[in-house]
C-alpha cells in the first residue's frame, strides 16, 4: 500500500514538473513569434522576386525593386530583441533554432550581415532585367540556406 | 555423453563457420569491369547525382572548393560517429592508387582494397544499383580532381560496432540492388528511378531504419528521425509533401521551397550537388518522387 502511495506521489510530482517545464516564459515566446513574422515577411518578399526569376510571373522592374527594398529594411533589423538566450529548441517548443546559434553568436551575426549585403546587392541591380536579378537572388539564397545549415534543426 | 559433446562442438562449429561465412566481404567479379573505359565528361554529371560532395568536401566548403575531396565532415549516428574520410586522388592520403576494380568494390560492394568492410554511412547501399559504365565515368572524372593531403580520421565507433566484421551482417540482411518502386513506369520515372535509387540516395535519409540500422522498404521516403541530431527529416511522399514537380525541380535547383522557405540542415549541401544537374535530371527526379507509394 505505501508503495502504491509512494508511486503515485512520484507520478504526481513528474507531471508537475513537466508542466513546469513545458510553461514557457512569455518574453521567450512573443521573441520567437517576432522573429517567425520576421522570416514570414522574408519569404513573402523573396517569394515576388522569386517567381520572376522562375517564371511563375512576369518581370517588373518597380516591383522587383521594391520587393528587395524591402529585404533590404526586413534584414537590415536589429537582432538586439529576437534572439534573447535561452530561445533555442533545446529549452523551448516550437521553434527549430539551435543552441549553436548562443555557441556561435559571432558568426550567426556575420552570416545574418552576409544576408543584409546580398541583399543590398539584389536592390542595386534589382531594376536591370531578369538576368541580373536571377543572379543576385541566387546570392541571397546562398546566404539564407547557409544560416539554415548551421542553426535551424530540420 | 561423449558422443553428446561432439555433436554439440560440431554444431558450433558449423554456426562460427555459417557465420564466418555470413560476414564474408564478397566483392565484384575479378573481370567486371573488364574492357570498360571511363568518360570522364560524363562522369561530372554522375559525381554530382551521387552527391560525393555533399559528405567529402571539407566541412564549409563552397564553391570549387567543393571539388576537394579531403573528408573531415563528421557524422553522429546511433552507432557512433562516422567521419568521411579523403577521397581525392592523392596516392598517399587519398584513393588515387586505385584501380576501376578497387573502387568499384568500394561504390558496389562496400568492400576496401585491403578486403574490409565499409560502414554503410557509405551509401553503397544506393550505389549498389549503379551501372557499371558509370562506376567507370565517375572515377576517371574524380581522378581529375585536386587531390588532397588531409590524413583520414577514424571513425569513432564504440564496440560491437567497432567490429568491421559484422558489417557483412547487415550486407547480408539489407544490400540488395532490386528497384524499390516498381510498376509501370514512364520513361522519364524510369531515368528518376535510377538517379534516387541509384545515385542520389535520398532515402538513405528520407527512409525511416529499423535497429540493425537497415532501410525500411514499407516506409519508403517516408520521413525518419534526424540521424545527426534533432528534429525530423521529412516524408516526401505524396501523403506529405504537395508540391507540384516543377516546385520540387525548382527547390533542388535554387534552395527555395514554394513557399520561398530555403533549404537547410544537410538539405542544403544536397541542394548545391543538385543544383549542378540539368534541367532534364531534375524534373526526372521530380517525376520519381510524385510517383512514390504514399505513406503517413
Given at each position: 500500500m505505501a508503495l502504491v502511495r509512494l508511486a503515485t506521489a512520484a507520478a504526481v510530482m513528474a507531471a508537475t514538473l513537466g508542466v513546469t517545464a513545458a510553461a514557457a516564459d512569455p518574453a521567450i515566446e512573443a521573441a520567437i513569434r517576432a522573429r517567425k513574422a520576421q522570416f514570414q515577411l522574408y519569404a513573402f518578399h523573396a517569394?515576388?522576386?522569386?517567381?520572376?526569376?522562375?517564371?511563375?510571373?512576369?518581370?517588373?522592374?518597380?516591383?522587383?525593386?521594391?520587393?528587395?527594398?524591402?529585404?533590404?529594411?526586413?534584414?537590415?533589423?536589429?537582432?538586439?530583441?529576437?534572439?534573447?538566450?535561452?530561445?533555442?529548441?533545446?529549452?523551448?517548443?516550437?521553434?527549430?533554432?539551435?543552441?549553436?546559434?548562443?555557441?556561435?553568436?559571432?558568426?550567426f551575426t556575420a552570416k545574418h550581415e552576409a544576408l543584409h549585403a546580398a541583399t543590398v546587392a539584389l536592390a542595386a541591380v534589382a531594376g536591370d532585367g531578369l538576368d541580373a536579378l536571377r543572379g543576385a537572388m541566387g546570392a541571397v539564397g546562398g546566404a539564407c540556406s547557409a544560416c539554415h545549415q548551421a542553426y535551424r534543426a530540420p | 555423453m561423449r558422443r553428446v559433446l561432439s555433436l554439440l562442438a560440431l554444431l558450433g562449429?558449423?554456426?562460427?563457420?555459417?557465420?564466418?561465412?555470413?560476414?564474408?566481404?564478397?566483392?565484384?567479379?575479378?573481370?567486371?569491369?573488364?574492357?570498360?573505359?571511363?568518360?570522364?565528361?560524363?562522369?561530372?554529371?554522375?559525381?554530382?547525382?551521387?552527391?560525393?560532395?555533399?559528405?567529402?568536401?571539407?566541412?564549409g566548403a563552397t564553391g570549387e572548393a567543393r571539388l576537394v575531396l579531403a573528408g573531415g565532415r563528421r557524422f553522429a549516428s546511433a552507432f557512433g560517429t562516422f567521419v568521411a574520410p579523403n577521397i581525392s586522388p592523392d596516392p598517399a592520403q587519398g584513393i588515387g592508387g586505385w584501380t576501376l576494380a578497387e573502387f568499384g568494390n568500394a561504390m558496389l560492394r562496400g568492400v576496401a582494397p585491403?578486403?574490409?568492410?565499409?560502414?554503410?554511412?557509405?551509401?553503397?547501399?544506393?550505389?549498389?544499383?549503379?551501372?557499371?559504365?558509370?562506376?567507370?565515368?565517375?572515377?576517371a572524372?574524380?581522378?581529375?580532381?585536386?587531390?588532397?593531403?588531409?590524413?583520414?580520421?577514424?571513425?569513432?565507433?564504440?564496440?560491437?560496432?567497432?567490429?568491421?566484421r559484422a558489417v557483412g551482417v547487415w550486407k547480408y540482411l539489407y544490400l540488395?540492388?532490386?528497384?524499390?518502386?516498381?510498376?509501370?513506369?514512364?520513361?522519364?520515372?524510369?531515368?528518376?528511378?535510377?538517379?534516387?535509387?541509384?545515385?542520389?540516395h535520398c532515402a538513405e535519409c528520407h527512409t525511416p531504419r529499423d535497429a540493425l540500422g537497415g532501410l525500411d522498404r514499407s516506409r519508403w521516403m517516408a520521413g525518419a528521425p534526424n540521424p545527426s541530431g534533432p528534429g525530423r527529416i521529412p516524408n516526401i511522399t505524396p501523403a506529405r509533401l504537395?508540391?507540384?514537380?516543377?516546385?520540387?525541380?525548382?527547390?533542388?535547383?535554387?534552395?527555395?521551397?514554394?513557399?520561398?522557405?530555403?533549404?537547410g540542415g544537410s538539405m542544403a549541401d544536397v541542394v548545391k550537388s543538385t543544383a549542378m544537374l540539368t534541367d532534364a535530371d531534375r524534373a526526372a527526379i521530380a517525376a520519381y518522387v510524385k510517383r512514390l507509394a504514399p505513406a503517413e
Open positions: 517569394g515576388v522576386v522569386g517567381g520572376m526569376v522562375q517564371g511563375n510571373r512576369p518581370y517588373d522592374a518597380a516591383a522587383a525593386k521594391a520587393a528587395a527594398d524591402n529585404l533590404v529594411a526586413l534584414s537590415g533589423l536589429s537582432r538586439m530583441f529576437q534572439w534573447p538566450e535561452g530561445s533555442a529548441n533545446d529549452t523551448v517548443e516550437g521553434t527549430r533554432a539551435l543552441p549553436a546559434i548562443w555557441a556561435n553568436f559571432d558568426d | 562449429a558449423a554456426a562460427a563457420a555459417a557465420g564466418w561465412w555470413v560476414t564474408a566481404p564478397r566483392p565484384l567479379e575479378p573481370r567486371a569491369f573488364a574492357g570498360l573505359q571511363g568518360d570522364a565528361a560524363r562522369g561530372e554529371r554522375i559525381f554530382w547525382a551521387a552527391g560525393c560532395a555533399s559528405c567529402h568536401a571539407a566541412p585491403d578486403g574490409r568492410h565499409y560502414y554503410p554511412a557509405f551509401p553503397y547501399g544506393s550505389y549498389v544499383r549503379m551501372r557499371l559504365q558509370d562506376v567507370a565515368d565517375l572515377k572524372f574524380m581522378d581529375g580532381l585536386p587531390a588532397a593531403e588531409t590524413p583520414s580520421k577514424p571513425h569513432e565507433i564504440a564496440f560491437p560496432f567497432s567490429i568491421r540488395d540492388d532490386a528497384w524499390v518502386l516498381s510498376g509501370d513506369l514512364t520513361p522519364q520515372e524510369t531515368e528518376g528511378r535510377y538517379l534516387v535509387e541509384a545515385l542520389t504537395r508540391w507540384s514537380a516543377a516546385e520540387i525541380a525548382a527547390y533542388l535547383q535554387t534552395g527555395f521551397t514554394p513557399e520561398f522557405d530555403t533549404a
